[in-house]
Each structure stands twice: as C-alpha cells, then as structure tokens.
C-alpha cells in the first residue's frame, strides 16, 4: 500500500501562482510514476502532468509553458508548480502514484478567480 499527503491548494487570483506537493509513503519502489491529474465539476478527470523516477515529464497540452512537475526521489515528493493559472484550472488536483498499481491522493481545491 502507499499513502499519498497532498497539500498547498487554495484560492488565487487569475495570473497567479501555486504549488502543489504531494508526499508518498508506505511500500514504495524505486522505478515509479508520480503525477497530478485534475476534476472539475461535471467533468472527467484529466491527466495535468506526470514525472518518472527518472525524470521524464508529460504533460497535458493546456498546461504546457505554466506548469511545471517536478520531484524529489529521496524524499519521494512530487511538486507541481503553477503559474499563470487561469479560472478554467480551477479543479480538485490529485496526486498520483503508480507502480504495478495505482495509488491516489484525496484531493486538494485549486480556484482560480477572474
């Protein structure tokens, strides 16, 4: 099992920035992918960007040039840092952590006012 922590939503005006971490815990293997997938009200739950253990990014073509993932492997956290943001990335932001399975976090509310 791993458990995933996330923190550091909240409220921001448009053109604003945010970051989001994400620790993980628990039975954790050393190749992984981590990542923050995002859930706006009545809609679907979208990729926003991923980062293996080895350093390799993706990420979603709305948030290319403003958003950045990063992490560190010795503390097993994720980061997301988010800049520009707009009032359509206003969402629920997960973490993610995938192995042989898949681990979430509970969530955390990122809005953006205009």
């Known amino acids: 099992q791993v458990q995933l922590v996330e923190s550091g939503g909240g409220l921001v005006q448009a053109g604003g920035s945010l970051r989001l971490s994400c620790a993980a815990s628990?039975?954790?293997?050393?190749?992984?992918?981590m990542g923050w997938y995002r859930q706006a009200p009545g809609k679907q739950r979208e990729l926003v960007a991923t980062?293996?253990?080895?350093?390799?990014?993706k990420y979603a073509d709305s948030v290319k040039g403003r958003f950045t993932i990063s992490r560190d492997n010795a503390k097993n956290t994720v980061y997301l840092q988010m800049n520009s943001l707009k009032p359509e990335d206003t969402a629920v932001y997960y973490c993610?952590?995938?192995?042989?399975?898949?681990?979430w976090g509970q969530g955390t509310q990122v809005t953006v006012s205009s």
């Open positions: 980062i293996t253990s080895g350093g390799n990014t």
């Open positions: 628990g039975n954790i293997f050393s190749d992984n992918t």
């Open positions: 993610s952590y995938r192995d042989y399975g898949i681990y």
